[in-house]
């Protein structure tokens, strides 16, 4: 089975503009997080969504935003970019809130964001 | 809300010897814990896992950890460490209540030198 994919895998941007970041989430997993990992540091909590609704969002500004959409991909999108949002970012997967659920996140190999 | 704290930012070894990697978390609720490994250039991949029952916890590649609620600790071990264990190894944590928000620690970095 296919685990969870991420698109692109790396890319370049310039200040200013925007940035839109593609998730396929483990198939039978209805929620998707996403998560910032800055250079030497631990990944910081963005988004989680479930069954297409934000279900929790982390300390962010509005420049970032996500959705999920009816087949459980989602897209992160970054607008008006700063040198600040250099990262990895990171997507998990899961089963939701469902008994099968043992609480872990599947995550992707993340898509490494440049801004130049 | 919750915190995790890893004591250690780097830990060299050498290759065969024992290792242990430590956290410490703070929460007002009831967590689950987690440990796992970023390889360069890599997603984090689960390592284990402690939900409830038995606090000591077996992982993947001969990697153990032990819940203890009394210090609030889930210090990961193994044994013997190899060259292929070098990489990057955070602790997690996510409040029992559905959310799965995971507060990471900023990382354990592993050197395995020959």
């Known amino acids: 089975d296919a685990g969870v994919t991420q698109s692109p895998t790396h890319l370049i941007k310039t200040r200013g503009q925007q940035v839109t970041l593609r998730c396929s989430p483990i198939s039978g997993h209805k929620s998707v997080s996403w998560y910032q990992q800055v250079l030497g540091q631990g990944p910081q909590f963005i988004f989680q969504y479930y069954e297409k609704e934000e279900r929790g969002r982390g300390n962010f500004p509005d420049r970032f935003s996500a959705r999920q959409f009816p087949n459980y991909s989602s897209e992160l999108n970054v607008n008006a970019l700063l040198l600040g949002d250099s990262a990895l970012y990171l997507c998990?997967?899961?089963?939701?809130?469902?008994?099968?659920?043992?609480?872990?996140?599947?995550f992707g190999e993340g898509s490494r964001l440049t801004v130049l | 809300a919750q915190s995790v704290t890893q004591l250690d930012s780097q830990v060299p070894v050498f290759e065969e010897a024992p290792v242990e990697l430590r956290c410490n978390y703070s929460s007002s609720v009831s967590v689950y814990l987690f440990w796992y490994v970023q390889y360069p250039n890599q997603g984090l991949q689960l390592l284990l896992k402690?939900?409830?029952?038995?606090?000591l916890v077996k992982g993947i590649n001969g990697f153990e950890a032990e819940f203890n609620k009394s210090q609030t600790s889930f210090h990961l071990r193994k044994p013997s460490v190899h060259i292929s264990d070098t990489a990057e190894y955070f602790c997690?944590?996510?409040?029992?209540?559905?959310?799965?928000?995971?507060?990471f620690g900023p990382g354990t970095r592993l050197s395995v030198l020959p």
């Open positions: 997690a944590v996510s409040a029992r209540s559905y959310g799965q928000n995971f507060v």
């Open positions: 998990a997967s899961s089963l939701g809130p469902t008994r099968q659920n043992t609480g872990e996140l599947f």
């Open positions: 402690y939900l409830s029952g038995s606090t």
